[in-house]
């Protein structure tokens, strides 16, 4: 699943990754650091690749596997 790095995400702004999403799984609340619904998330990568400040990231372990 998606790991949301809080640390690299300025949380000022509306996730432009949330779009890009197929499943609905990345969700935000207000402008604050998105969320990842593991329910949803079918790991197709797309957010992380959108996401300009690289504040979302593989699970490294599953990363590990591929
Ligand atoms: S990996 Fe794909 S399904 Fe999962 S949160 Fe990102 S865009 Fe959505």
């Known amino acids: 699943m998606v790991v949301v790095n ?10 432009p990754s949330l779009r890009v999403c197929p499943t609905g799984a990345l969700k935000q609340s207000g402008i604050g650091a998105p969320t990842v619904d593991s329910e949803l998330c079918i ?5 992380i690749a959108y996401c300009p400040m690289s504040a979302l990231v593989g699970d490294v372990r599953k990363a590990g596997q591929r």
């Not at 809080?6 to 996730?15: I, L, S, V």
């Not at 790991?43 to 957010?47: F, L, M, R, S, Y």
Request: charged share 35%; aromatic share 0%; proline share 7%.
């Open 6 to 15: 809080a640390r690299r995400c300025p949380q000022n702004h509306r996730c």
């Open 43 to 47: 790991d197709c990568g797309k957010c």
